[in-house]
């Protein structure tokens, strides 16, 4: 961090520490690379949206603000590139086209190492000259140079380079007069949102000097101040939007009766509004005709830290296009003008009719995701479940304490308990949406890096995703991450044929890769699904039996692709860089499991394959059932219970000398008696477990044979392999409300028992 220190410092030029805001400006840089990504991925080459094109240039224009700001020089020259680019492809004056896609992706991986960079990795800093170059040539209509672009893989390990340029150094110029401005902020629900401007002045004294020119109070929810600045209106905004939103910001020239809202007291005769006084100065100083600038600078003044060279290279043609400011109705002398639309806008100064077009076309509201979401560290959320999970084993505790009052003399303790356990379920159901997030998280990531795959293979492959909506824990989200990964890749390696195979065997010559999320009771399922060759039985079988494992021909099909979860099972013919080493489906089912969850595999050859994980919805609170044996008391996750009923000695039938079996209506079902299982103490000898249970888990049913039913409630779930060690058919365990252990039971483990 020493280094972002030094180039902060250099940016402001003043003692004020910036690095507050650093954590911010990455969270959004990286939120814009990853919609930058998204919208390149699926920008129609034949027919480019206006919106899709502004958009881009948006996320580019955003990332160039906030690195000048920081004095990112390297990042702020990288985006001025491509902003260039960009804006020649949004006017119309370029055609979109693959190898633009390709440089523009590979800019976006490099601008991803350089704030990684920033943020303290200790990388290197990533070597953009080949890559400027390719964005240069292709902004002025020319073909690729010889050299290809920076690939993601180069961009993750860049070979080191001479650091980029200090702000300082770019800042050669003298600085200009001081200037009087007339800032207004509002409309504000928080007046004291104002104030933090007049705090930062003062911890900042290069800045300049600023004074209320409303008596401190807001009229309009607006506060008005006069500002007297040697900075540029770009410095002042970039530094203002950390305090207020954008467009609640507008800074026009001091003049005559600023500062005086109609109808003020002292206010003189001759008062002009701000937005007579620009058009004025407007209509003044625009030029009869003027072309379009050739490099504007997009947003860079000539003294705004952290600007490329490019920016002050080409004179005045390099200023920028000011903010199209929307036409305003002239005050009424009698009644207070309403506050104008917020406007940002520069100097006023004339712009062709294209350039205003344009302009306006790329603004977007972006004060809706600021009014309507908060940014919270996820420390933070966990200690606050942590909190609901022990305030849901209190109440537990309460409740159980209660049972055997007296309802009519307790009436008011009762009904406040009813209350306490209302509430308690209620709050733990909002606190646990908060972390639940949507699998398009996951899903987002995966259609570049198919691409990339697939050029690399010499593929074609399309992806198509459903479910993105569906919801999963966050910490679920960061843990499948990777092993949906490998069975993304593992599709397009082994699944998705050649495109001249695949047009022998009367396929499409375009493969396709589905990727689904869609809940499932208490669970989640999310499938990947391919059309490709599917899984060979005899392949499969033959690679067993060379490696030395059991592979009798009596296998069923699921056993059969249960086979490639073997370590070091691989049926790729060549090592590659991609696969081959058969160490990517073991770690899969290893960390799924790991997870509670489960894999199963679906194939049929020539037609394609299907991988399913099924996964807990989250790992912290769940609904169970408490079930007794002996003295000992069991939690079974609800969302496998099936049923539960009384039976009889005869009921249950023996087969094959050892083994029991219940008949339920038509179906026959394993009986497992937890008694045993557990090895549970029994003192009262004489009583014989009468309840069964039917539980299903992995596609399977089990009965499990107990004494007595205790009832439903919400359990927090212990990791109990962190706190003690690895049991087998336990997934974890809880705190009751008399205060003892209860087991969790793994539904899945004791399916998985009666099979063999």
């Given at each position: 961090?020493?280094?972002?220190?030094?180039?902060?410092?250099?940016?402001?030029?003043?003692?004020?520490?910036?690095?507050?805001?650093?954590?911010?400006?990455?969270?959004?840089?990286?939120?814009?690379?990853?919609?930058?990504?998204?919208?390149?991925?699926?920008?129609?080459?034949?027919?480019?949206?206006?919106?899709?094109?502004?958009?881009?240039?948006?996320?580019?224009?955003?990332?160039?603000?906030?690195?000048?700001?920081?004095?990112?020089?390297?990042?702020?020259?990288?985006?001025?590139?491509?902003?260039?680019?960009?804006?020649?492809?949004?006017?119309?004056?370029?055609?979109?086209?693959?190898?633009?896609?390709?440089?523009?992706?590979?800019?976006?991986?490099?601008?991803?190492?350089?704030?990684?960079?920033?943020?303290?990795?200790?990388?290197?800093?990533?070597?953009?000259?080949?890559?400027?170059?390719?964005?240069?040539?292709?902004?002025?209509?020319?073909?690729?140079?010889?050299?290809?672009?920076?690939?993601?893989?180069?961009?993750?390990?860049?070979?080191?380079?001479?650091?980029?340029?200090?702000?300082?150094?770019?800042?050669?110029?003298?600085?200009?007069?001081?200037?009087?401005?007339?800032?207004?902020?509002?409309?504000?629900?928080?007046?004291?949102?104002?104030?933090?401007?007049?705090?930062l002045f003062k911890e900042i004294p290069d800045l300049g000097s600023i004074e209320p020119l409303d008596t401190g109070r807001a009229v309009d929810g607006m506060r008005r101040f006069k500002v007297v600045t040697t900075s540029s209106d770009a410095e002042l905004i970039d530094l203002f939007t950390f305090h207020v939103a954008r467009e609640q910001v507008q800074i026009t020239p001091f003049g005559p009766g600023y500062g005086f809202y109609p109808g003020n007291p002292g206010a003189p005769a001759d008062a002009v509004e701000p937005g007579e006084a620009a058009a004025a100065?407007?209509?003044?100083?625009?030029?009869?005709?003027?072309?379009?600038?050739?490099?504007?600078?997009?947003?860079?003044?000539?003294?705004?830290?952290?600007?490329?060279?490019?920016?002050?290279?080409?004179?005045?043609?390099?200023?920028?296009?000011?903010?199209?400011?929307?036409?305003?109705?002239?005050?009424?002398?009698?009644?207070?003008?309403?506050?104008?639309?917020?406007?940002?806008?520069?100097?006023?100064?004339?712009?062709?009719?294209?350039?205003?077009?344009?302009?306006?076309?790329?603004?977007?509201?972006?004060?809706?995701?600021?009014?309507?979401?908060?940014?919270?560290?996820?420390?933070?959320?966990?200690?606050?479940?942590?909190?609901?999970?022990?305030?849901?084993?209190?109440?537990?505790?309460?409740?159980?304490?209660?049972?055997?009052?007296?309802?009519?003399?307790?009436?008011?303790?009762?009904?406040?308990?009813?209350?306490?356990?209302?509430?308690?379920?209620?709050?733990?159901?909002?606190?646990?949406?908060?972390?639940?997030?949507?699998?398009?998280?996951?899903?987002?990531?995966?259609?570049?890096?198919?691409?990339?795959?697939?050029?690399?293979?010499?593929?074609?492959?399309?992806?198509?995703?459903?479910?993105?909506?569906?919801?999963?824990?966050?910490?679920?989200?960061?843990?499948?991450?990777?092993?949906?990964?490998?069975?993304?890749?593992?599709?397009?390696?082994?699944?998705?044929?050649?495109?001249?195979?695949?047009?022998?065997?009367?396929?499409?010559?375009?493969?396709?890769?589905?990727?689904?999320?869609?809940?499932?009771?208490?669970?989640?399922?999310?499938?990947?699904?391919?059309?490709?060759?599917?899984?060979?039985?005899?392949?499969?079988?033959?690679?067993?039996?060379?490696?030395?494992?059991?592979?009798?021909?009596?296998?069923?099909?699921?056993?059969?692709?249960?086979?490639?979860?073997?370590?070091?099972?691989?049926?790729?013919?060549?090592?590659?860089?991609?696969?081959?080493?058969?160490?990517?489906?073991?770690?899969?089912?290893?960390?799924?499991?790991?997870?509670?969850?489960?894999?199963?595999?679906?194939?049929?050859?020539?037609?394609?394959?299907?991988?399913?994980?099924?996964?807990?919805?989250?790992?912290?609170?769940?609904?169970?059932?408490?079930?007794?044996?002996?003295?000992?008391?069991?939690?079974?996750?609800?969302?496998?219970?099936?049923?539960?009923?009384?039976?009889?000695?005869?009921?249950?039938?023996?087969?094959?000398?050892?083994?029991?079996?219940?008949?339920?209506?038509?179906?026959?079902?394993?009986?497992?008696?937890?008694?045993?299982?557990?090895?549970?103490?029994?003192?009262?000898?004489?009583?014989?477990?009468?309840?069964?249970?039917?539980?299903?888990?992995?596609?399977?049913?089990?009965?499990?044979?107990?004494?007595?039913?205790?009832?439903?409630?919400?359990?927090?779930?212990?990791?109990?392999?962190?706190?003690?060690?690895?049991?087998?058919?336990?997934?974890?365990?809880?705190?009751?409300?008399?205060?003892?252990?209860?087991?969790?039971?793994?539904?899945?483990?004791?399916?998985?028992?009666?099979?063999?």
């Open positions: 961090m020493a280094d972002i220190t030094s180039d902060s410092s250099a940016s402001s030029g003043a003692g004020i520490d910036l690095s507050q805001f650093y954590q911010v400006f990455f969270e959004e840089a990286g939120e814009n690379l990853q919609r930058m990504e998204q919208l390149l991925l699926e920008l129609n080459l034949a027919e480019a949206d206006d919106e899709a094109l502004n958009a881009i240039f948006r996320c580019a224009h955003s990332i160039k603000g906030g690195a000048a700001t920081f004095g990112f020089s390297d990042v702020a020259e990288l985006t001025h590139e491509m902003e260039t680019l960009l804006d020649k492809l949004r006017r119309h004056e370029l055609q979109p086209h693959a190898r633009m896609v390709d440089v523009l992706l590979a800019a976006g991986d490099a601008l991803r190492a350089q704030l990684e960079r920033h943020q303290g990795s200790g990388a290197d800093a990533v070597d953009t000259a080949e890559l400027l170059l390719h964005i240069r040539a292709l902004a002025r209509g020319e073909g690729p140079v010889a050299a290809p672009p920076v690939p993601a893989a180069a961009a993750a390990a860049p070979a080191p380079v001479a650091p980029a340029p200090a702000p300082a150094a770019l800042a050669g110029e003298q600085p200009d007069a001081p200037r009087a401005l007339d800032l207004r902020v509002g409309p504000l629900p928080d007046g004291s949102l104002a104030d933090n401007l007049i705090e100065a407007a209509a003044l100083s625009a030029p009869s005709a003027s072309p379009a600038p050739v490099d504007p600078g997009y947003g860079f003044f000539d003294d705004a830290p952290g600007a490329p060279g490019a920016a002050h290279a080409t004179g005045p043609a390099a200023e920028p296009l000011p903010a199209a400011v929307p036409a305003q109705p002239e005050p009424s002398a009698s009644a207070p003008a309403a506050p104008a639309a917020p406007v940002v806008s520069a100097a006023p100064r004339a712009e062709p009719p294209a350039a205003r077009a344009a302009t306006r076309s790329d603004k977007a509201p972006t004060g809706g995701l600021d009014s309507t979401t908060i940014r919270v560290s996820v420390e933070k959320v966990d200690q606050l479940i942590n909190l609901v999970g022990e305030l849901v084993i209190t109440q537990a505790m309460l409740a159980q304490n209660s049972r055997d009052l007296d309802p009519v003399v307790y009436q008011q303790l009762v009904a406040g308990l009813n209350d306490l356990d209302r509430n308690t379920r209620d709050l733990q159901e909002a606190v646990m949406s908060i972390r639940m997030i949507p699998m398009s998280t996951v899903f987002n990531r995966f259609p570049r890096m198919l691409r990339d795959l697939a050029g690399k293979l010499g593929k074609k492959v399309e992806l198509v995703t459903q479910g993105e909506a569906t919801e999963l824990d966050k910490g679920l989200i960061e843990k499948i991450t990777d092993p949906l990964t490998h069975l993304v890749r593992n599709s397009c390696d082994h699944g998705i044929e050649m495109p001249a195979d695949r047009l022998a065997r009367g396929k499409p010559e375009q493969g396709t890769i589905t990727l689904s999320a869609s809940h499932q009771g208490g669970s989640i399922v999310i499938e990947v699904r391919d059309d490709g060759k599917g899984l060979s039985r005899e392949k499969l079988l033959n690679k067993a039996r060379e490696r030395g494992l059991d592979a009798p021909d009596s296998m069923s099909d699921a056993e059969v692709w249960g086979l490639i979860f073997a370590p070091g099972f691989s049926t790729a013919e060549v090592v590659t860089d991609v696969s081959g080493r058969g160490v990517g489906m073991d770690v899969v089912k290893k960390n799924i499991t790991a997870l509670g969850g489960s894999v199963e595999i679906d194939s049929a050859e020539g037609y394609g394959m299907s991988v399913k994980v099924r996964l807990p919805l989250t790992l912290a609170i769940m609904d169970g059932m408490s079930v007794g044996v002996g003295d000992e008391v069991y939690i079974l996750p609800l969302a496998s219970v099936v049923e539960s009923f009384q039976v009889t000695d005869k009921t249950i039938k023996t087969i094959g000398g050892s083994g029991r079996v219940v008949q339920v209506r038509e179906e026959y079902m394993p009986v497992i008696e937890l008694e045993k299982v557990f090895d549970v103490p029994r003192f009262d000898f004489e009583r014989v477990s009468s309840i069964m249970v039917v539980v299903e888990a992995e596609g399977g049913r089990v009965a499990l044979l107990v004494d007595e039913l205790l009832g439903q409630q919400q359990v927090v779930v212990k990791n109990l392999e962190a706190n003690y060690r690895k049991v087998t058919d336990v997934s974890g365990a809880t705190i009751m409300g008399d205060g003892r252990v209860a087991l969790i039971l793994d539904t899945g483990s004791l399916v998985r028992r009666s099979r063999h």
